[in-house]
């Protein structure tokens, strides 16, 4: 059973570039999180969305950014027209149901914008 | 805004010494935290997990101790090996409710082993 699934591992953009970061869920796991961190900073939440439904976005920007998690598909993370302070590390995690006691974290992709 | 936040942001200690890492936090309407390890280029490691309705929780080497009354979480890891060499954090959550899904994380402390 593998676990959450993200890729690239690494993913470098020029500016004004677009990034898309895929995360495949835990098999069985209907319930998908985004968190970004920032170098030495803790994780903050981003999006969560369930199969083909955005549940709650209040954590992301209001531009530049959308996500999805579409039927069949993993999940993916976008970022229209990177700037330098999008470099993080984005984490995406997955639970079987709604809650954070079921969390599994992916490895995460790290963004340098350049 | 409430927040997480970690008194220490680096800590060594020798081999075999127990290890403990504090975490203050400020929302009083969080009923759930959780300790999570984090490796260079890794995400991060469930731990170990507390309700607010208990104290103390044992795990396998790890204890977790929630005071309520300071809004003060530690988690104390025994006889330290290299392998835990990494940053910890503290999460919080409230549930039920729209939040009970969101995690609120702290800065994290990065503790390495002398060995």
């Known amino acids: 059973n593998a676990g959450v699934m993200q890729n690239p591992r690494h993913l470098v953009r020029r500016r004004g570039q677009e990034a898309r970061l895929r995360c495949s869920p835990m098999?069985?796991?209907?319930?998908v999180y985004w968190y970004r961190q920032l170098p030495e900073e803790g994780l903050k939440f981003m999006v969560y969305?369930?199969?083909?439904?955005?549940?709650?976005e209040s954590g992301m920007p209001k531009e530049r950014f959308s996500a999805e998690f579409p039927k069949e598909g993993p999940s993916i993370l976008r970022i229209q027209q990177v700037v330098r302070g999008d470099s993080a590390a984005y984490f995406c995690?997955?639970?079987?149901?709604?809650?954070?006691?079921?969390?599994?974290f992916g490895s995460g992709t790290r963004l340098t914008v350049v | 805004g409430e927040n997480v936040g970690l008194h220490l942001p680096t800590l060594s200690v020798q081999e075999g010494d127990n290890s403990i890492i504090n975490c203050a936090y400020s929302?009083?309407?969080?009923?759930?935290f959780i300790w999570y390890k984090q490796e260079s280029g890794k995400g991060p490691q469930f731990i170990i997990d507390i309700r607010s309705n208990m104290d103390k929780r044992q795990g396998q080497r790890v204890t977790v101790l929630l005071n309520k009354t300071v809004k003060h979480l530690s988690l104390q890891i025994a006889a330290t090996q290299p392998g835990d060499s990494a940053v910890y954090f503290c999460a919080e959550n409230i549930s039920p409710g729209a939040g009970s899904y969101q995690l609120t994380f702290g800065k994290g402390t990065k503790l390495s082993v002398i060995p």
């Open positions: 929302n009083s309407a969080s009923d759930y």
């Open positions: 995690a997955s639970s079987p149901g709604r809650g954070a006691g079921g969390y599994t």
């Open positions: 098999k069985g796991h209907s319930h």
């Open positions: 969305l369930q199969k083909e439904n955005i549940i709650d």
